[in-house]
């Protein structure tokens, strides 16, 4: 191993240890696999991944970060790009390490603490992936994505939530952040499609056509729900 890896391990060791306490995923053995770029991840990738049809780029972006981290172990945006890459693989496991170190130079970002919400739902730890999300709206309430990904959680995955009205409750929090935004308007007219409120799907209707006056499908809607039908 060279120098540079070396004291890079060391820094960032001494340096993070106390806050990875919290991610009990992240142990001490993971951090030096982390900082030990092994001549052989290539083929231990390969040999899991190895039919993504983006495989090769996707490796060789990921390396690029890891030589990006090198030079500059505050460099949040390498971390991101290599969790990112490995979440793209399908390697759950490496791109969470990558998107806590993210959230530990950066811990003000939401964009790490977003995507470990997307990596919790993968591994089918929904309950943690909602408080990530959460963690990720109170960090930037403006993030429209985190809205509509997280009232979809709630509405596929976690029915306790769901039917308690957090959706209505996140999406309506959602517009007082960003008002007028029309997908958190049309996912708050899925949700009271879902729960029948024709009286709420038509007041909804009508702050979404002045932003997309064209639509003839919202246009229909409107019209049927209007006459009873």
């Known amino acids: ?14 340096a993070g240890i106390v806050g990875f306490v919290y991610y009990k995923n992240l142990t001490i053995p993971d951090i030096v696999r982390l900082i030990n770029n092994t001549n052989n991840e290539y083929d231990i990738l390969k040999a899991k991944y190895g039919t993504h049809e983006n495989f090769d780029q996707l490796v060789a972006e990921i390396k690029t970060a890891k030589e990006r981290i090198a030079k500059n172990p505050n460099d949040e945006d390498a971390y991101i790009t290599a969790a990112n890459r490995y979440y793209n693989l399908g390697d759950y496991d490496d791109a969470w390490n990558y998107f806590v170190l993210a959230n530990k130079i950066a811990p003000s970002d939401y964009v790490p603490v977003y995507w470990l919400a997307r ?14 999300y959460l963690k990720a709206i109170d960090a930037n309430p403006k993030a429209q994505l985190t809205y509509i990904d997280l009232a979809r959680l709630y509405t596929f995955r976690l029915k306790e939530e769901r039917d308690s009205g957090a959706i209505e409750k996140l999406l309506l929090r959602g517009l007082d952040n960003l008002p007028d935004n029309e997908d958190i308007l049309r996912s708050l007219l899925s949700e009271y499609g879902r729960l029948n ?20 499908q919202l246009k229909s809607a409107l019209t049927e729900l209007q006459s009873g039908k």
């Open 1 to 14: 191993m060279s120098r540079k890896f070396i004291i890079f391990g060391l820094i960032v060791v001494l």
């Open 119 to 132: 990596v919790k739902i993968q591994t089918g730890s929904y309950k943690e992936a909602e408080g990530f």
């Open 197 to 216: 409120d024709k009286e709420k799907q038509i007041e909804t209707i009508k702050k979404i056509l002045p932003i997309n006056p064209s639509d003839p």
